[in-house]
């Protein structure tokens, strides 16, 4: 959500539109799934990004002694992947999906269905000439699946359910907090903007 905030604001005449499913709507889901995950979420009031984190934390991830990136071996292979790149990531969640770590109904919970709407979003937001989605490496694979099933397009139980939508008053509380925060930082440290900017960027 940071970086979409952050391009939008600074080019002119874009509107933002949020596109993923409401985070209380997701984890009230994994709630009904996974009572021991729903837990170490709730108490500490932990935000999806941090469990992210805190999921990675408990798997497969090193990290270079000389870089300071974090990767995974590949088991195939004994290659490294590294996590600033749509393989490493990719990789993590084949690792995570393998031995156990994510169940089924968790990798639908935070991945399928996710990517469904994202892109539910994107086919019925407001025509404009040109439209740029900013989404996270680990959903890249399966919105490009979803794009190329033909199932996907033609299951019109899913085109036609209502979608919870966000509180219009959280989304400009988190917006404001995040624009506060860029302009703090960024106008402090200047030489942060840039090298933040190309924070995962590879071309896999």
Not at 88 to 94: I, K, S, T
């Amino acid at each position: 959500e940071s970086a979409a905030i952050f391009t939008a604001k600074r080019t002119k005449g874009c509107n933002l539109i949020y596109g993923d499913v409401p985070e209380q709507n997701i984890k009230e889901e994994i709630k009904k799934h996974d009572a021991q995950l729903w837990d170490t979420l709730q108490p500490q009031q932990m935000s999806m990004n941090e469990f992210d984190d805190f999921n990675r934390a408990h798997t497969f991830i090193q990290i270079d002694d000389q870089s300071g990136k974090q990767y995974v071996i590949n088991a195939e292979n004994g290659e490294r992947c590294y996590l600033d790149s749509r393989v490493g990531v990719r990789e993590l969640l084949r690792l995570n999906e393998e031995n156990g770590i994510i169940s089924p109904d968790i990798k639908r919970i935070l991945y399928d269905d996710r990517e469904k709407y994202m892109l539910k979003v994107m086919v019925k937001a407001p025509k404009s000439k040109k439209m740029l989605a900013i989404v996270g490496m680990a959903h890249l694979d399966g919105i490009a699946k979803y794009w190329k099933s033909e199932e996907f397009w033609n299951d019109t139980e899913f085109w036609t359910a209502p979608y919870p939508e966000m509180d219009k008053w959280e989304v400009k509380r988190f917006y404001a907090l995040l624009n506060n925060w860029f302009d703090d930082t960024f106008d402090r440290l200047p030489e942060l903007k840039w090298k933040w900017l190309k924070q995962g960027g590879d071309k896999d």
